[in-house]
């Protein structure tokens, strides 16, 4: 029958199920094959810390958000248009961020007496009129799958399996996109498994054909391709990008890249992707602990490496001695701290922002540590190379911070060309004649980089506090303030060599709108809103936490009133106050999620009306 | 790939090699030991052995961590690093791994090595990276001015234990062992020739080498070794370990071990009823045998078994990794930039 198509600017859907109902692989499918239609888009997987939590209870449904569109997309949407529920439990949990009038689809055999028990329904949730302000598809999943691979002979193990390929099918009829990437996909991952790889396929083209013949579905939607920069795109999450960056620098530098690292949620996919670029020179330790993946990559600096580090906060609290060693031996190691929620284990799937403080100060003694952090997924890649940058030029630890929204995040990524990246060739010190370890450059006040293999440079470095010039170990009063100023002004002259902070919006106004980090997405939108409403309202993003630009006082002191939104108590507010003394005002979330556009928002009008 | 460090090493190739002293091993700096600690027997050994190895002084690098012992890279004209505590184990190994070509050292004692490093020590013993851990065991920790240490003996009395130490302490030479080690030994810092000839044989084992070097703190823990090195109840007191030779100690060489069953027990040469055919023979191929060899130590009634327990060959971490990416590059060409940043699915935007 002939079936409505409607367009739409863009769309939110949600995929949400058991842990082990394959959701996040449903979103990210549905993902690439959008992102190669031309669509902007932003994506947020939403899932627990349990691999495969008791099935049908609420706190082992995962869920997976994506919003595209033909127009500019920033943020994973605040709420959802559709809800992909595949049963009880993912229902409730999710119902609340679906749009009103939005639509459900349901699997309704995820809705048995035992379904509705788990999630704590009382009775059907389908069967109440309360879900009538929505569009209600049920859809017998579980049937549908099992009748279309009936002569099979497979396992029902197998076919509850490929119950998430039926849903995926249908929302790819429904938002008019092809299934040929995912069946490529399909058959290049279960290559070693013939009867897995065409169940997949059967499934995923079962999905497609209900909702062309059946009649419950009676509009299909079409979302054009966005107006993106011309060039070449892939879809990338902060996590890749992440590795690829360092890759990059790497080859920048002329070095050779090594990570050390111990496994940690959300940071674990950097050390898993770049153990694959071996033939890159790439070498990657999967260390004993936290301890001996910062120090093997102090060691492999000592060495003459791109030295780096993955992390999250509780990795980062045990890696801090070492850092202060980084500091006091100046040599270059970059830190990444993929962020998530604390104190402690705290939310190990969940984002979050606390940890600016433990990056700027969480160390013992004067140790001051540059920061960079990444305002997107794609923008992890640039955010890695400017760390190394710092890092090789100054000869000092660097942070890098991103977090868990940006580092399973993905967007469109426009593919950059190898030769318009910075070069980042560093000069070993190879003359022996007036060297002395610690004999600075003038300008970046960075001392040599001499590697053990280097004739006539034997020296000795280490922790104990060291004489200017020659390095040797001294308890000498003086020096030892002389020591400590130095490397503080050190990592203040970077500010030098940063470009300046540039404001999207007016340079001046009544509202600026201070972000750092994940945020940028969601800042965006909404600053962007409100100044299509009339409101004076600018955005500035810090990508360099520490030092800071320059001109960020400046830009500060132009607007009547400073709003810093935060995944956190508030942090960055804290050191523009202590620095600027400028009466900025946070707005702070700390649940895990990242912001939605419409809280800030909210803040932005309350503010600009008067209130704080 | 020319990457900066093999342009480096390429210029340095063309360096004559030197015929070294031992005095080209020791650097400006004053030895800050205390006077009579027996730290400085272990650095004149190790400067005289290093011209004997035939590495350049540039090419070799000791790592330290902390402790009186972690002093020692400021005393060698080499390249080193004073590490923090307990970390030198792991800083050593990824400097290995960054950098097979040198010859990295570890210098570590009974606390740094064995109790705040005790995580990296045997994960790097398991890995088997080719670097040299010599470990100095005082049975004390004293820098800190004379707490116990892992390796104090139960009833110990010391600054921390006024009521004598209640923890059992370790035997290096069986946790190592424990930990797979494939070089295990133990020497004397009052046994010059016998450490000359442990450094050398260490240096030369490819692969992690073991070195538990008894080592006297005359400030806290004086003489906690003396029955072993003193002239006087040496003999008695130490069977030496030699590769195919039989276990035999005493002052006139009167004695042997001879394994009963899996226990060794001490016999006696000289009345008649053994000979020296019935003694144990070192076979430091022999795991199992190694394991019981450094059981001895926890033995009071046994002799102290100093010497090589086990040299084995067995593949090494950073041998494997080179490896790898060597395979990695011949099968998939040398990594190529713009390559991988177009790789996967991609499409354009016009």
Same mark, same amino acid.
């Given at each position: 029958?002939?079936?409505?198509?409607?367009?739409l600017?863009?769309v939110t859907?949600?995929?949400?199920?058991?842990s082990?109902?394959?959701?996040? *692989?449903?979103?990210?499918?549905?993902?690439n094959?959008?992102?190669?239609? #031309?669509?902007?888009l932003?994506t947020?997987?939403?899932?627990?810390?349990?691999i495969? %939590?008791?099935q049908?209870?609420?706190f082992?449904v995962s869920?997976?958000?994506i919003?595209?569109?033909?127009?500019e997309?920033?943020?994973?949407g605040?709420?959802c248009?559709?809800?992909?529920?595949?049963n009880?439990?993912a229902l409730?949990?999710?119902?609340?961020?679906l749009?009103?009038?939005?639509?459900?689809?349901?699997n309704?055999? =995820?809705?048995?007496?035992?379904?509705?028990?788990l999630?704590?329904?009382?009775s059907?949730?389908?069967?109440?009129p309360?879900i009538?302000?929505?569009?209600?598809?049920?859809?017998?999943?579980?049937?549908?799958?099992t009748l279309?691979l009936?002569?099979?002979?497979?396992?029902s193990?197998?076919?509850d399996r490929?119950?998430?390929f039926?849903?995926?099918?249908?929302?790819?009829?429904?938002?008019?996109?092809?299934?040929?990437?995912?069946?490529?996909?399909?058959?290049?991952k279960?290559?070693?498994?013939?009867?897995?790889?065409?169940?997949?396929?059967?499934?995923?083209?079962?999905?497609? +054909?209900y909702g062309e013949?059946?009649?419950i579905?009676?509009?299909?939607y079409?979302v =054009?391709?966005?107006k993106?920069t011309?060039?070449?795109y892939?879809?990338?999450t902060g996590?890749?990008?992440?590795?690829? #960056?360092?890759?990059?620098?790497?080859k920048?530098?002329?070095?050779?890249?090594?990570?050390?690292?111990y496994p940690?949620?959300p940071?674990?996919?950097i050390?898993?992707?770049?153990?694959m670029?071996?033939?890159?020179?790439?070498?990657t330790f999967?260390a004993?602990?936290?301890?001996?993946?910062?120090t093997?990559?102090?060691?492999?600096?000592f060495?003459?490496?791109?030295?780096?580090?993955?992390?999250?906060?509780?990795?980062?609290a045990?890696?801090?001695?070492?850092? #202060?060693?980084?500091?006091?031996v100046?040599?270059?190691?970059v830190?990444?701290?993929?962020?998530?929620?604390?104190?402690?284990t705290g939310l190990?799937?969940k984002?979050?922002q606390?940890?600016l403080?433990q990056?700027l100060?969480?160390?013992? =003694?004067? %140790?001051?540590?540059?920061?960079v952090a990444?305002?997107?997924? =794609?923008?992890?890649f640039?955010?890695?190379?400017e760390?190394?940058?710092?890092?090789l030029?100054?000869?000092?630890?660097?942070f890098?911070?991103t977090?868990?929204?940006?580092?399973?995040?993905?967007?469109?990524?426009?593919?950059?060309?190898s030769?318009?990246?910075p070069?980042?060739?560093?000069?070993?010190?190879?003359?022996?004649?007036g060297?002395?370890?610690?004999l600075?450059d003038?300008?970046?006040l960075?001392?040599?980089?001499?590697?053990?293999?280097?004739p006539?440079?034997?020296?000795?470095?280490?922790g104990?506090? !060291?004489?200017?010039?020659?390095g040797?170990v001294?308890?000498d009063p003086? +020096?030892h303030e002389y020591?400590?100023?130095?490397?503080?002004?050190?990592?203040?002259?970077?500010?030098?060599d940063?470009?300046?902070?540039?404001?999207?919006?007016?340079?001046?106004?009544?509202?600026?709108?201070?972000?750092w980090?994940?945020t940028y997405g %969601?800042?965006?939108s909404?600053?962007?809103?409100?100044?299509?409403?009339?409101?004076?309202?600018?955005?500035?993003? *810090?990508t360099?936490?520490?030092?800071m630009p320059?001109?960020?006082g400046?830009?500060l002191y132009?607007?009547?009133?400073?709003?810093?939104p935060? *995944?956190?108590? #508030?942090?960055?507010?804290?050191?523009?106050?202590?620095?600027?003394?400028?009466?900025?005002?946070?707005?702070?979330?700390?649940?895990? *999620?990242?912001?939605?556009?419409?809280?800030?928002e909210?803040?932005?009008?309350?503010?600009l !009306?008067g209130g704080? | /790939?020319?990457?900066?460090?093999?342009? /480096?090493l390429?210029?340095?190739?063309?360096?004559?090699?030197v015929k070294y002293?031992?005095?080209?091993?020791?650097s400006d700096? $004053?030895?800050?030991?205390?006077?009579?600690c027996?730290?400085?027997?272990?650095?004149?050994?190790t400067?005289?052995?290093?011209?004997?190895?035939?590495? &350049?002084?540039?090419?070799?690098?000791?790592?330290s961590g902390?402790?009186c012992s972690?002093?020692?890279?400021y005393?060698?004209?080499?390249?080193?690093f004073?590490?923090?505590?307990?970390r030198a184990?792991?800083?050593a190994s990824?400097?290995?791994m960054?950098?097979? $070509?040198?010859?990295?050292?570890?210098?570590t004692?009974?606390?740094?090595g /064995?109790?705040?490093?005790?995580?990296?020590?045997?994960?790097?013993?398991?890995?088997?990276? $080719?670097?040299n851990v010599?470990?100095?065991?005082?049975q004390?920790?004293?820098?800190?001015?004379?707490?116990?240490?892992?390796?104090?003996?139960?009833?110990?009395?010391?600054?921390? @234990?006024?009521?004598?130490s209640?923890d059992?302490?370790f035997? &290096?030479?069986?946790l190592?062992?424990?930990?797979?080690a494939?070089?295990?030994?133990?020497?004397?810092?009052r046994? &010059?020739?016998? /450490?000359?000839?442990?450094?050398?044989?260490?240096?030369?084992h490819?692969?992690?080498s073991?070195?538990?070097?008894?080592?006297?703190?005359?400030v806290?823990n004086?003489?906690?070794f003396?029955?072993?090195?003193?002239?006087?109840?040496?003999?008695?007191?130490?069977?030496?370990?030699?590769?195919?030779?039989?276990?035999?100690?005493?002052?006139?060489k009167?004695?042997?071990?001879?394994?009963?069953?899996? @226990?060794p027990t001490?016999?006696?040469t000289k009345?008649g009823?053994y000979s020296?055919n019935?003694l144990?023979?070192?076979?430091e191929?022999?795991t199992?045998l190694?394991?019981?060899?450094?059981?001895m130590t926890?033995k009071?009634?046994l002799p102290?078994?100093?010497?090589?327990?086990?040299?084995?060959e067995?593949?090494?971490y $950073?041998?494997?990794?080179?490896?790898?990416?060597?395979e990695?590059?011949?099968k998939?060409?040398?990594?190529?930039l713009?390559?991988l940043?177009?790789?996967?699915?991609?499409?354009?935007?016009?």
């Open positions: 029958m002939a079936k409505n198509t409607q367009n600017d863009e859907i949600r995929f949400a199920g058991d082990g109902d394959g959701m996040q *692989l449903t979103g990210t499918q549905f993902t094959t959008t992102a190669l239609l #031309g669509n902007d932003s947020l997987p939403d899932y627990p810390a349990e495969r %939590a008791p049908g209870t609420l082992g869920g997976f958000q919003h595209f569109g033909s127009l997309i920033n943020t994973p605040d709420q248009d559709v809800l992909v529920a595949m009880a439990a409730k949990v999710n119902l609340g961020s749009v009103d009038g939005g639509a459900i689809i349901v309704t055999d =995820g809705f048995s007496d035992k379904n509705l028990k999630a704590g329904y009382p059907n949730p389908l069967k109440d309360a009538q302000k929505y569009t209600l598809y049920e859809v017998d999943i579980t049937k549908l799958t279309a009936q002569d099979m002979n497979l396992s193990k197998i076919v490929s119950k998430n039926f849903a995926l099918g249908m929302m790819y009829w429904m938002y008019n996109r092809p299934l040929e990437p995912t069946i490529e996909w399909i058959k290049k279960f290559s070693a498994k013939p009867d897995i790889m065409e169940s997949n396929i059967r499934v995923l083209k079962a999905g497609w +054909n013949t059946t009649e579905f009676k509009v299909r079409e =054009g391709p966005a993106l011309p060039g070449k892939r879809n990338i996590n890749q990008a992440t590795a690829w #960056g360092f890759i990059a620098a790497a920048k530098a002329h070095l050779d890249l090594f990570l050390g690292s940690i949620t940071a674990s996919d050390l898993h992707e770049l153990s670029y071996k033939s890159y020179g790439v070498k999967q004993e602990d936290e301890i001996a993946g910062v093997s990559a102090i060691g492999a600096s060495g003459g490496s791109l030295a780096i580090t993955t992390t999250s906060g509780p990795g980062v045990l890696k801090t001695e070492a850092l #202060g060693l980084a500091v006091m100046e040599l270059p190691v830190v990444i701290n993929v962020q998530r929620g604390g104190p402690s190990p799937t984002t979050e606390a940890d403080l990056a100060y969480g160390r013992n =003694g004067e %140790a001051p540590i540059p920061i990444a305002s997107t997924p =794609g923008n992890c640039y955010a890695a190379i760390a190394s940058r710092i890092a030029k100054y000869m000092t630890p660097v890098l911070m977090d868990g929204y940006l580092a399973n995040g993905s967007e469109p990524w426009l593919i950059p060309k030769s318009d990246l070069d980042l060739t560093v000069k070993f010190r190879t003359e022996a004649e060297f002395m370890p610690y600075r003038e300008k970046t960075a001392r040599p980089w001499a590697i053990p293999g280097t006539g440079l034997e020296h000795r470095i280490g104990l506090e !060291k004489q200017h010039l020659t040797n001294s308890y003086a +020096n020591m400590v100023r130095l490397r503080a002004e050190k990592v203040e002259r970077i500010a030098d940063i470009p300046t902070a540039k404001v999207e919006g007016d340079a001046k106004g009544d509202l600026l709108v201070v972000g980090g994940g %969601a800042i965006k909404a600053v962007t809103k409100m100044r299509a409403e009339g409101h004076s309202v600018s955005h500035l993003h *810090l360099h936490l520490n030092p320059k001109n960020t400046e830009i132009n607007f009547k009133n400073v709003l810093v935060e *995944l956190n108590m #508030g942090q960055l507010v804290k050191v523009l106050r202590s620095k600027y003394l400028v009466p900025a005002v946070g707005l702070n979330k700390i649940q895990g *999620l990242p912001f939605k556009s419409v809280e800030i909210k803040k932005i009008v309350e503010i !009306k704080k | /790939m020319s990457t900066k460090v093999n342009e /480096m390429a210029s340095a190739a063309s360096v004559a090699p002293t031992s005095k080209d091993f020791s700096q $004053d030895v800050r030991w205390c006077p009579g027996g730290d400085y027997s272990i650095l004149a050994q400067q005289r052995v290093m011209p004997d190895l035939g590495i &350049p002084k540039h090419k070799t690098v000791f790592v902390i402790g972690s002093r020692f890279p005393y060698m004209n080499t390249y080193g004073h590490s923090i505590h307990g184990t792991a800083v990824g400097l290995k960054a950098r097979p $070509d040198l010859s990295v050292w570890i210098v004692g009974d606390g740094d /064995m109790s705040i490093g005790g995580n990296h020590l045997i994960h790097l013993l398991r890995r088997n990276i $080719d670097v010599l470990l100095f065991n005082n004390i920790y004293g820098l800190t001015k004379g707490q116990y240490s892992p390796t104090s003996e139960v009833g110990k009395v010391t600054k921390s @234990t006024p009521y004598g209640i059992y302490p035997n &290096p030479a069986s190592a062992l424990g930990a797979s494939s070089f295990v030994a133990r020497t004397l810092d046994d &010059p020739k016998h /450490m000359q000839v442990v450094l050398k044989r260490a240096a030369e490819k692969g992690t073991f070195v538990e070097i008894y080592q006297n703190c005359n806290f004086d003489g906690a003396f029955q072993f090195t003193e002239k006087e109840s040496k003999d008695e007191n130490v069977v030496f370990l030699e590769h195919g030779k039989p276990l035999v100690f005493g002052k006139e009167e004695k042997g071990i001879k394994l009963d069953g899996f @226990t001490v016999v006696s009345d009823k020296v019935d144990l023979v070192h076979n191929k022999d199992t190694s394991f019981i060899l450094a059981d926890m009071p009634a102290r078994p100093v010497g090589i327990f086990l040299s084995l067995r593949p090494t $950073d041998d494997m990794m080179t490896l790898q990416i060597d990695a590059k011949k998939r060409g040398e990594g190529d713009e390559k940043l177009n790789s996967g699915d991609t499409w354009m935007i016009n």
